[in-house]
Nanobody, 124 residues
Framework: VQLQASGGGLVQVGDSLRLSCTVS????????IGWFRQAPGREREAVAC????????RYADSAKGRFTISRDNAKNTVFLQMNSLRPEDTARYYC??????????????????WGQGTLVTVSS
């Protein structure tokens, strides 16, 4: 299983970025996929996720109203549209697959598959 993340970069406060994560080698039909992030010196935290079953979504409080997660099933790709970026959004963003959704309730240790991460830096 491979998760290839891209789309990070250096932006200014208030700018937007769209992260992409393309999945290969994963054949399950029911799973949760989404994004975690980790800033220097901080624990990895959930940002947003989407269900493969019904496309229901969940967002961290910090992401609500600014970030949107979506999926393109035909391309096996999940996106994270990030608007109104803030300096505190600076982190490495990881896409992740958790077959039953436990990670978004109980923490990143329940993630089965991780992407390599893409760095987002928001400059003030």
């Amino acid at each position: 299983v491979q998760l290839q993340a891209s789309g990070g970069g250096l932006v200014q406060v208030g700018d937007s970025l769209r992260l992409s994560c393309t999945v290969s080698g994963f054949a399950e039909e029911a799973y949760v996929i989404g994004w975690f992030r980790q800033a220097p010196g901080r624990e990895r935290e959930a940002v947003a996720c989407i269900s493969s079953i019904d496309s229901s979504t969940r967002y961290a409080d910090s992401a609500k109203g600014r970030f949107t997660i979506s999926r393109d099933n035909a391309k096996n790709t999940v996106f994270l549209q990030m608007n109104s970026l803030r300096p505190e959004d600076t982190a490495r963003y990881y896409c992740a697959i958790d077959p039953n959704g436990s990670a978004w309730n109980h923490g990143p240790r329940y993630v089965d598959y991780w992407g390599q991460g893409t760095l987002v830096t928001v400059s003030s």
